[in-house]
């Protein structure tokens, strides 16, 4: 069980004339499965609301290589890169990390990547091009990466970038676990599995927190983290190696 297909609908605005005949076809599904998992607490529970049949919850941590927090790249870099994670669906939030850099200063950081982890889907062309328009007008350049091979995962977390997930709806991206577990930084929008599991199971105290309804409370905080960078991302490397998990 990963998201509910329906929601997904709903927040692209998408051709929605069969969206209750969708919604009837995901709960008989999910009533009629042998077997229901998720890694995300948050939407096994979700789908437990319309059935009194448990879904088994499994540790993302199982899905993931052994963890290897790794050396540190950052250094040679004399800002800090910022990135998005996820595909660029509306409900991901690709419109708000930009409109969240419009509000950070230039000389604070040195490249803007977006990391298309999965694949665009045609559906989607338009929000790619809406994207583009929109960081082309704020004066925004913008490094489009696809990834598709492990050594380039490699690469990008021995630079350990900031990364952003300001998904707007529930969501559960192992690619930002993995980075994070690798040492890199986190901003995350407070109403995901990530954001809880991080909080709640690997108990770190203070990750990043974008607030949907308002972007502007994480904004100093980020500013501050960017101002010093790598003792940031060296504390975070230090808390992580002392975790047991």
């Known amino acids: 069980v990963h998201e509910r297909i329906s929601k997904v609908i709903k927040w692209n605005n998408l051709n929605a004339d069969n969206l209750k005949e969708l919604e009837d076809i995901e709960e008989k599904l999910y009533l009629i499965s042998d077997i229901r998992y998720s890694y995300n607490k948050k939407i096994l529970n979700e789908f437990e609301e319309f059935s009194s049949i448990k879904g088994e919850y499994i540790s993302p941590l199982y899905f993931l290589p052994q963890r290897q927090i790794l050396a540190s790249n950052s250094r040679t870099l004399k800002k800090a890169n910022i990135a998005f994670i996820g595909d660029l669906k509306f409900k991901r939030g690709a419109h708000i990390f930009l409109?969240?850099?419009?509000?950070?200063e230039k000389n604070k950081y040195n490249e803007v990547l977006i990391f298309e982890n999965n694949?665009?889907?045609?559906?989607?062309?338009?929000?790619?091009?809406?994207?583009?328009?929109?960081?082309?007008?704020?004066?925004?350049?913008?490094?489009?990466?696809?990834?598709?091979?492990?050594?380039?995962?490699?690469?990008?977390?021995e630079t350990k970038p900031l990364m952003f997930l300001p998904d707007q709806d529930d969501s559960f991206d192992l690619f930002a676990l993995e980075a994070f577990l690798s040492g890199c930084p986190l901003v995350l929008a407070e109403n995901l599995g990530l954001t809880n599991f991080i909080k709640n199971e690997i108990k770190l105290q203070n990750p990043l927190i974008i607030y949907k309804d308002n972007i502007?409370?994480?904004?100093?905080?980020?500013?501050?983290?960017?101002?010093?960078?790598?003792?940031?991302?060296?504390?975070?490397?230090?808390?992580?190696n002392e975790l047991e998990i």
């Open 119 to 157: 694949r665009i889907m045609t559906n989607f062309d338009n929000n790619l091009l809406e994207l583009k328009q929109f960081a082309m007008i704020r004066s925004i350049g913008i490094n489009l990466r696809k990834i598709t091979k492990e050594s380039q995962e490699k690469e990008i977390f």
């Open 99 to 104: 409109e969240m850099l419009t509000m950070i």
């Open 216 to 240: 502007y409370k994480s904004l100093q905080h980020i500013k501050k983290i960017l101002l010093n960078y790598h003792q940031h991302v060296e504390a975070l490397r230090k808390e992580l």
